[in-house]
């Protein structure tokens, strides 16, 4: 932590740039699928899966993100089954900000993972989910800015929010998730209704 108290100031490098290509990444990962779920693209494959494919292969090469599962499994690998894929995880651990914005990062990996076991005909299930969702979001706000003066504490909420973004894309990561997050969000299109939460909004692991 820098002496100023901004858990993120120690992020502020190309890993934690993510601006620059996670809105693409997100827009490939929508498109691929919708390109027949194909998860080993060969040479004929639709062009946005092949650049999916080629674009998270050089973001792992150049260590801005971890080597990541790319099982037909929605699921993946979750070898100590707390309710993040094991991949994500280890992304978790090696971000280089405080252990308390990795607590609020496990929270919202639980609820991505989530996504890829809820039944989408349970309107219960997905306001719940809708609102972990919220609470989550809340809970890396609230942490990011926790103890930071007025004026720096919108840059690290910024900053802690990219790092949601990104765990929200990277656990997206095949035709097959991507596939089922779209799925998700149709259901969830004019079921929920979500207000920002207050009071604890951080889980206690």
């Known amino acids: ?28 990962l929508v498109l691929s699928a919708c390109g027949g779920g ?19 292969e050089a973001l792992e090469k150049s260590g801005e993100l971890p080597a990541l599962d790319r099982s037909t499994d929605i699921a993946g690998p979750d070898a100590d ?13 090696g971000l280089p900000v405080s252990d308390a914005i990795k607590k609020a990062a496990r929270q919202r990996a639980r609820v991505q ?3 890829g076991s809820i039944d989408l005909n349970d309107r219960a299930a997905l306001m719940a989910l809708a ?15 926790a103890g ?4 720096q504490q919108n840059k690290a909420s910024n900053d802690g929010y990219a790092v949601t ?7 997206a990561n ?22 920002y939460p207050t009071g604890k909004v951080c889980e206690d692991e």
């Open 148 to 151: 930071l003066p007025v004026d």
């Open 165 to 171: 973004l990104k765990i929200q894309a990277i656990t």
């Open 1 to 28: 932590m820098n002496p100023q108290g901004n858990p993120f100031q120690t992020a502020v490098t190309p890993r934690m740039r993510t601006a620059r290509w996670l809105c693409p990444l997100v827009a490939a």
């Open 174 to 195: 095949t035709p097959e998730r991507a596939d089922r997050y779209m799925a998700y969000m149709r259901a969830l299109h004019g079921t929920t209704t979500t207000t």
């Open 113 to 115: 993972q989530r996504i």
């Open 38 to 56: 194909k998860s080993s693209p060969s040479p004929t494959s639709p062009p946005a899966e092949r650049g999916m494919k080629e674009q998270l």
């Open 131 to 145: 609102d972990a969702s919220m609470a989550s979001t809340a809970c890396m706000s609230q942490t990011a800015e």
């Open 81 to 93: 089954r707390n309710g993040i894929r094991d991949d994500i995880d280890a992304y978790i651990a």
